[in-house]
């Protein structure tokens, strides 16, 4: 259950930097931008909550 609650901290962590690096582009000059921040945020929630679904599957079998 520890695992969980780790990997929810970190969604959420994640959620709230790609928040914040949305808020940082520049809409009039998109060149300059936090592209890789926010890559890289959508990236890490996938993986997590890939993990959460294996670990459920995990503990049905």
Do not use: W
Request: glycine share 4%; aromatic share 14%; hydrophobic share 50%.
């Amino acid at each position: 259950m520890k695992k969980f609650y780790f990997i929810y901290f970190i969604i959420i962590s994640s959620i709230a930097l790609m928040i914040y690096n949305i808020s940082e582009l520049d809409f009039n000059n998109l060149k300059k931008g936090p592209f890789a921040g926010i890559v890289s945020n959508v990236l890490l929630i996938l993986a997590m909550l890939i993990t959460i679904r294996d670990i459920k599957k995990k503990e049905n079998k």
